[in-house]
């Protein structure tokens, strides 16, 4: 693989706080050096980016449960790429590498930083959702919270996103009936019959709250939250006496100006209900395990993914406002110099 070291590549940074929705001149492109590895370090090809839901959380004045960024910083995100030159034992040139690399072209890291990844098993794009952080995700929340039994109903929100639709999977692997909520007809199709769910229920309907009742006739066990706001107000009702909540984000409050105030919190404690934020970096110990389950259940065609990929390092500022909105399936991707 060996290239000439580039000399300039592009990265995107961080311009503007938003008010509410973000919008593109919160982003700026911009033309730096490439930084060359020194001892112990790589130089990485980053190929496909990750957009996530958190970075908004991110782009705050306050702290939340990681730190803000600064004006200027290169925006954060998980990439998958190549090693081009390496001074690392451990690492050659040509091999593909996961990290939190950031919104560029080029990265440069330490092993520390990096988890070797096998482009034979699966796809390389895999391993930013269902094989990688992401799918861990599902399997912490849901297993080490949600702690969901066989016959149990487990109710999943954002249920055709990237968490989401990994959440069902793993629910229906432990022999629980796996409800989900998306937004749209076709979302809810995806859900059945993609990713195996036994129901899904379209949020945007005008009888969205009967038709949840209607789905869990039995209640719900496990209620898996990637939203909140109204959609948790909604659920609370139909929970079963000690369910459990594990809260993985509330994407339908992040571009909110004025915070929803829950108006069924009473059913938390009546039903003796547990509700577990929970954020995946204190829970790396739980990594081997969660991986290992995940790759296992892809190996043998029961975890199905997918994907929504935006073409050039330019568009991912769109690409996340979009998928703030909603408008992509599964996991949203960019591939930095594009098709």
Same mark, same amino acid.
């Given at each position: 693989?060996? &290239?000439?070291?580039?000399?300039?590549?592009?990265?995107?940074?961080?311009?503007?706080?938003? &008010?509410?929705?973000?919008?593109?001149?919160?982003?700026?492109?911009? &033309?730096?050096?490439?930084?060359?590895?020194?001892?112990?370090?790589?130089?990485?090809?980053?190929?496909?980016?990750?957009?996530?839901?958190?970075?908004?959380?991110?782009?705050?004045?306050? $702290?939340?449960?990681?730190?803000?960024?600064?004006?200027?910083?290169?925006?954060?995100?998980?990439?998958?790429? &190549?090693?081009?030159?390496?001074?690392?034992?451990?690492?050659?040139?040509?091999?593909?590498?996961?990290?939190?690399?950031?919104?560029? $072209?080029?990265?440069?890291?330490?092993?520390?930083?990096?988890?070797?990844?096998?482009?034979?098993?699966?796809?390389?794009?895999?391993?930013?959702?269902?094989?990688?952080?992401?799918?861990?995700?599902?399997?912490?929340?849901?297993?080490?919270?949600?702690?969901?039994?066989?016959?149990?109903?487990?109710?999943?929100?954002?249920?055709?996103?990237?968490?989401?639709?990994?959440?069902?999977?793993?629910?229906?692997?432990?022999?629980?009936?796996?409800?989900?909520?998306?937004?749209?007809?076709?979302?809810?199709?995806?859900?059945?019959?993609?990713?195996?769910?036994? $129901?899904?229920?379209?949020?945007?309907?005008?009888?969205?709250?009967?038709?949840?009742?209607?789905?869990?006739?039995?209640?719900?066990?496990?209620?898996?939250?990637?939203?909140?706001?109204?959609?948790?107000?909604?659920?609370?009702?139909?929970?079963?006496?000690?369910?459990?909540?594990?809260?993985?984000?509330?994407?339908?409050?992040?571009?909110?100006?004025?915070?929803?105030?829950?108006?069924?919190?009473?059913?938390?404690?009546?039903?003796?209900?547990?509700?577990?934020?929970?954020?995946?970096?204190?829970?790396?110990?739980?990594?081997?395990?969660?991986?290992?389950?995940?790759?296992?259940?892809?190996?043998?065609?029961?975890?199905?993914?997918?994907?929504?990929?935006?073409?050039?390092?330019?568009?991912?500022?769109?690409?996340?406002? $979009?998928?703030?909105?909603?408008?992509?399936?599964?996991?949203?991707?960019?591939?930095?110099?594009?098709?």
């Amino acid at each position: 693989m060996t &290239q000439t070291p580039p000399t300039r590549q592009r990265q995107i940074v961080y311009a503007r706080r938003p &008010q509410g929705v973000p919008t593109t001149d919160c982003f700026q492109l911009v &033309q730096v050096p490439v930084v060359r590895p020194g001892p112990g370090q790589v130089l990485v090809r980053n190929d496909v980016l990750s957009v996530d839901p958190y970075i908004r959380m991110r782009m705050e004045e306050k $702290d939340s449960y990681a730190p803000v960024m600064a004006i200027g910083d290169v925006l954060v995100g998980r990439t998958v790429g &190549q090693v081009l030159e390496s001074r690392a034992d451990g690492f050659a040139e040509g091999d593909w590498v996961v990290g939190r690399l950031g919104w560029q $072209d080029y990265s440069v890291a330490g092993p520390g930083e990096l988890q070797k990844i096998d482009v034979a098993l699966a796809p390389a794009t895999a391993y930013l959702g269902a094989l990688g952080s992401t799918g861990v995700t599902a399997w912490v929340g849901l297993m080490a919270f949600g702690q969901p039994k066989a016959g149990q109903t487990v109710l999943v929100s954002a249920a055709s996103g990237a968490v989401g639709s990994v959440v069902g999977q793993l629910a229906r692997l432990k022999g629980c009936r796996a409800v989900g909520i998306a937004g749209g007809a076709s979302k809810c199709a995806l859900v059945k019959e993609t990713h195996g769910f036994d $129901d899904c229920v379209d949020y945007k309907a005008p009888d969205f709250a009967q038709a949840l009742a209607r789905a869990v006739p039995q209640g719900v066990d496990v209620y898996f939250d990637n939203v909140g706001g109204p959609i948790l107000d909604a659920v609370l009702p139909l929970l079963n006496n000690f369910a459990r909540i594990p809260l993985c984000g509330l994407v339908s409050q992040y571009n909110e100006t004025e915070p929803y105030r829950v108006k069924n919190l009473r059913e938390i404690f009546n039903r003796r209900v547990t509700l577990r934020g929970f954020v995946l970096s204190d829970h790396r110990d739980l990594w081997p395990e969660a991986t290992r389950e995940l790759i296992e259940a892809y190996r043998s065609g029961q975890l199905q993914y997918r994907e929504t990929i935006a073409e050039g390092l330019e568009n991912a500022p769109q690409a996340f406002i $979009d998928m703030l909105a909603g408008a992509n399936v599964g996991k949203q991707l960019v591939r930095v110099r594009g098709a």
